[in-house]
């Protein structure tokens, strides 16, 4: 029973990271759409808990908060940055 319930921690860990990561691509290349404030409340639900594994993770083992916390970190990266500007930037 033990091992099944790692395994599922393990998968949903897994699940709501990679759809943190995903969702603040998405927030943020959506910009400027109408479906731009669904896809920020998306990231800002998926920030919250990938806030949340982040905090409980560090009882499964040093590789979970490090990987959830590495998620966290690009994904408020992602928020911040503003990338608008290397779209005129001309390289010759």
Not at 20 to 49: H, K, N, P, T
């Amino acid at each position: 029973m033990l091992a099944m319930e790692a395994t599922t921690f393990f998968w949903s860990f897994l699940s709501v990271n990679l759809l943190g990561f995903v969702s603040a691509w998405v927030a943020r290349l959506i910009g400027g759409s109408r479906r731009q404030v669904a896809a920020q409340m998306l990231f800002f639900m998926l920030l919250c808990a990938v806030g949340l594994i982040t905090i409980t993770a560090w009882q499964f083992g040093p590789s979970y908060w490090l990987a959830s916390g590495t998620t966290l970190t690009t994904m408020v990266l992602i928020a911040v940055c503003d990338f608008s500007h290397c779209r005129d930037v001309v390289i010759s």
